[in-house]
């Protein structure tokens, strides 16, 4: 039984077309062949890339490009006013594995002053077939600026859209351990 | 104190050096670019690699091998320099160690390699601390050494401000990565500016605080855990480092709180500060030990943290703490320069300087190591006032520590 921490990374970071948008996440880059994937392989005419890893016979797989899903740890995100809000340090699923919020880690000069926030997965937007790869969040650096601080084992406290804040009950917790 | 009265016997014994000022000037560049170069650890690490898609728990785990490292190699870092024949080799073998470490860092962050970077970084940092106190102890006569330590102090406050300032921006135009390249490249002209001190003038006996001692059956820390005034020093630096680490996090926590607008520039404004106060009276505490005497100096620095403290405690303004950090300026230089000073005071004619040194700060590491974890638990329960308070307090401790027990270790004038 692998963990459930681990389970939610293959359930949701895909990275497709190799590499290229991290340039070196060794561990998570095995996550493609996994077959929870829903999205349909991309035409084979609209792929830039033809080299496609050749799988065993009688294991399920889809490809996905670039411009159809992206790795997301580590990634910068922007708000909406296109302020620095951040980078993706981590995913909070439920117990179905549905994406309920991200860890963003916000704030801070070289390092100082940083904290962890917990975002509601609603707000973000991906916008991976955009001419952009960046991932925006309809929050602002002043609505998050108050956020209480993202810590394990404890309620998470998700930032929404709206404004309003909402905990999540400790014992829906998915990453307790 | 009388016990320091044979200091100055030896003093007349033999004629001070005077080194060149070309030497002089070698040693503040390469004060300078080693604070440059040391710039880019630290919290920084964290940043570039959460960039580089690093798991929480993963560099969590790096940054602790990295602090354990650094931690254990003190004491034994300050008997090799003690022992090593040419002190600007240990030098400049440091830098290279830092240079390289970063380009690791730079070149391919993938775990194994970075925690031997950072090991690798940790195992060097210990060494650079007491080879350039050796160096600087060596190169000028002992009634100027208040003075040239000032003067190395000036250049390294100097160095890690105009550094976080230039890494910032790197960062913000290049990517996380430049900044690492940057790192490795300033080590070129530490070394360029480390092999303009002629290494002639480096007096070895000097630099170590006497000659070596032959007696075989003496430990290395002989002279160093029974040495009084150095154990009160050691555990006001103790309590002060205690006090003093987390300050600063837990300021910059606040700020990204209080503003969103000016966050990023007000805690880069509280980093810099302090550098540039330190740089500017570092000299002057330098000259000042060597006439009023190193308590009273040692005592205003102590004074300063629990007066922070209270002050970040009470004060609602991210603005205001910006001036606060003054007195973080005033501290760091007065034990910025003190440290060094001190231990070659109570050191003076044992021939193991360096160990001592290292000793103080391997204690000092201790205290911050516990520290960050404590400030964060009470901060947790509490909140971010009682944190400040607490450490105000442990700084009071300190503070009093020194008033009571710390004697003055000037050597008497002849």
Redesign the interface.
Known sequence: MRPVRRAAFVAIIVVAGGLALTGGAPAWAQASSSPATQTPPAPASKAPTPEVPTIPPGTAAAVLTKNKAQAILGQPIVSTKGENMGRIVDVIVDKQGTPRAAIIDFGGFLGVGSRKIAVDWGALNFSPTGKSERITLDLTRDQLKSAPEYEKGKPVVVVEAKGKTQPMPSGEYPLDE | MHAYDKRELTVHDRPPLSSSSRSQRGLDGFNFFIANVQ?GF??????YL???????IDIGFVLTVSAITALAFQVPAGILVDAAAHKRTVGALAAAAIAVSALILAA????PLVLGAEVLHGLASCLMTPAIAAISLGLVAPHEVGERLGRNARYASAGNGIA?VL??AF?WLFSNRAVFLLTAALALPALVALFRIRRSEIDPERSRGGPVDKSERRSPLHGIVDNRPLLVFGAGMVLFSLANTPM??L???I???????W???L??A??VVPQICAAIISPWIGRQSEIWGRRPLLILGFAALPIRGILFAVLASPYAFVAVQVLDGVSAAVLGVMLPLIVADVMHGTGRYNAALGTVAFAAAIGASLSTALAGYIQ?RWGYAAAFLSLAGVALAGFGLMMLFMPETRPMES
Do not use: K
């Not at chain 2, 630290?42 to 940043?47: H, R």
């Not at chain 2, 391919?108 to 775990?111: L, V």
């Open positions: 710039t630290g919290p920084f690490i964290a940043v959460t960039a580089q898609a690093w798991t929480q391919s962050p993938i775990f976080a890494m910032g960062g600063l996090p300021a910059g926590g700020m990204t709180m209080r503003s969103s607008q966050a990023t520039v805690i880069a509280c980093i947790d």
